[in-house]
Structure formats: C-alpha cells, structure tokens
C-alpha cells in the first residue's frame, strides 16, 4: 500500500484569526463543549445496525480519570509517569496481520479485557471505548489501553449525555462554523502531548437517522457532514496533533433508507481508515451484511478497512454468522481487522452481542481468529512488527 498522505485545507483568514486566538487562550471556552463526565448510548432502531440502546461507560473502575490541567496527559516529565512507547502512525496504519479488536463494558478496563481474551484464545490488539462532547480528552484511559498491549480507538460522539436523535445544539454547522472550537482545540492538544498515537472514529454511523449528526436530524442539511468532519481534522492538524488515525465509520447499508456513502466521505486527505459497523440481526452469513457496503464504499476510496464494531444476536444462525464473519474477513484483502462489541443486554447491547455466552459461539469464534493471520501482540514498541 501507498503511503498515506495528508494536505491542508485553506481556511479563511478569519477562521484562522479565530483559531490562532483560541491556541492563545484569549478566547473564552465555549459552554457548549463541557466537561462532564456523562457518556450516553445509542438509541437505533432494530433495522438499522446500531447495537446498543442504554448507557456506555468507557470510565475504568479504579483507574484516574483525565481532567483539564491533569498532568497526567504530559508524557515523560519529572514527577509525571512514563508512558508506554508505542509504534508510530505509520506503523500502525499498514498492519503485517489482522487486527483482533473489542469494545468491552467499561473498556479499556484490564478487567473486563482480561475475561474476553480468555475467551477468545487472544490478547486484543485495539481497545475500542466510547466518549462524548461532555468529555475531555483522557490520557489515562489512552495509557491503560497501550499497557494492555492494545492500540486505544476512541468513537468519539459529538453530543452530551442526550441520547435523542434530534438535537440542534449539536447541529453540524454549528460544528463546522467553529462553536465547539475551544472544546475541540483542547481536546487536540491533550492528544498531542501523549505522543502516542490513537485512533479516533469521528460522528459514526452517520448515514443512519438514530443519531444527532445525521443529515435528517438536528436542522442539518446535505453537505454539512463532511465540511463538520473537515473541520474538527483541520484543527487538530492546526495543533499538531497528527499522530491521530481518523476512522470513517458509517454503518452497513441495510436498514439507512437509501442513504449513498459517497456525498458523506471527508475524502482521501482526511480520512486514514475506513470503518464499517454491521452486525448479525438473523442473516445467514456475514457476508450479506458486510459486502454490499464495501462495494459502496470501494467506488471513491480503497483505504484500508477495519470492521469497526460488529456482533451478532444470539439465536440458532449466530454461531453460522460468527464463522462466516472470519472467512469473509480472512478473504477480503483491504479489510485489516475487526472489533467485536462484546457487550450483553444489561451492559447496554440491544442484544447479548458477546460471543461466549454459547458454546457453539464461542467455539466458532475461536476457531475463526486461529485461522487469521493476526497482527504481532503487544502492538507497542515491545512487539515484533
């Protein structure tokens, strides 16, 4: 594969002048961008592909959080910790093997972590974990992940604690237009001064109606999501922040009305990896969910794909769906990898999505990841690449 490459958009003088005041701390931070710390689920409907409906918490029990001013989020200085070392974005972007991921209940947490990869046979090599626009950056959870061996994705959900679909305070022109700038800025910055890199999946599932970043909801209009999505890229290049993996992640076809992928997609320059979330609601095979969105998705672009979350509804075609699942990756060769959302109805899946809670499941699944080629564990600069 070619060497990813990025380039600028031009901005205006005067959102520049905006920008430069914002990294100069002379404009006050928006109230808009918040610093809770209340993370909120989904709330699709069954045909769509979304597959929670409740709270998800990515806060690991017994660990720090990240607030501003925590100096934590400062690598390597006198009185702060060291922080794991890692591989860097272009390591990570070109894998020599798949990549075996999970979204847990209070992931990145060791414990949660520990119990699935004992279940699969496997150390994950992605943490994948959930945080809204009541949020700031976390430094600790992005560390926890790297301890683990894992490289830390963040769905990053551009809302507060709300789970309604319709919400025109998080209006994608009010995104593009600059009011979260301050949240976002800081946000970047605490990313910069990790100096490790992490994987951020921006607004996802954005060709579906079940979220506020949709172009049906909030008052937004067509266009407006990939001039929001160019935006919050722009400032994080503008900080420095380059070390971030942008992951576009729209679900599969089925259940979106229609809705075309190619007037949604940011376009090459902004965009690293491209995400799919399907899951298994009673078909057959995996491959009738997947493939017709990566035939969509393979007429503008052909950066590489990592199946961003997926899972399958327990009943007597999920062990089937889950073996399929692992041949159709195994043969498709843009696909880099998968993230299994190994969460149970009373942790916030509409479904009890984890793969070990049936025998011929689990069995299934196991069998399937020892037949990828998966990418060397730890993914950190201890591990072979």
Known sequence: MN???????????????????????????????GGG??????????????????HRDPAPPGTAGDSPGDSSAVPSSPGTPTRTKTL?????????????????????????TASAAAAAGEQPRILEYYQD???PFSADHAELAYQQGALPLITWEPYGDSRAA??????????????????????????????????????????GAWYPWSESNSGNSSGDYVKAWRHVHDLFQIVGATEVIWVWSPNVLRGTGGVALGPLYPGDAYVDWIGIDGYGFGEKTATEVLQPTLDAITAFSHKPVLISETGSAPGPRQAGWTADLFRWIKRTPNVIG????????????RYD???D??????AAFRKGLGSLTLRPWPVTSEGSH
Not at 357 to 362: D, L, Q, V
């Open 3 to 33: 060497v990813l490459t990025r380039r600028m958009r031009r901005t205006s003088v005067l959102g520049c002048a905006l920008v430069g005041a914002l990294l100069l701390g002379l404009v006050g931070c928006s109230t808009d961008g």
């Open 37 to 54: 710390t209340t993370i909120a689920g989904d709330a699709a409907p069954v045909s769509g592909g979304p597959p929670s409906t409740a």
């Open 88 to 112: 860097t974005k272009a390591e990570y972007l070109h894998p020599d093997g798949d990549y075996f991921g999970l979204a847990t209940f209070h992931g990145p947490n060791r414990a949660t």
């Open 133 to 135: 626009w009541d949020q």
């Open 166 to 207: 319709d919400q025109p305070k998080y209006a994608l022109q009010r995104i593009a237009s600059g009011t979260y700038d301050a949240y976002i800025i800081r946000y970047a910055q605490k990313v910069k001064s990790i100096g490790q890199p992490v994987a951020l999946r921006f607004a996802h599932e954005m060709n």
């Open 338 to 349: 998968f993230v299994w959302f190994q969460y149970s109805k009373d942790e916030g899946g």
């Open 353 to 355: 999505y984890r793969f």
């Open 357 to 362: 809670i049936s025998p011929a499941t689990k």
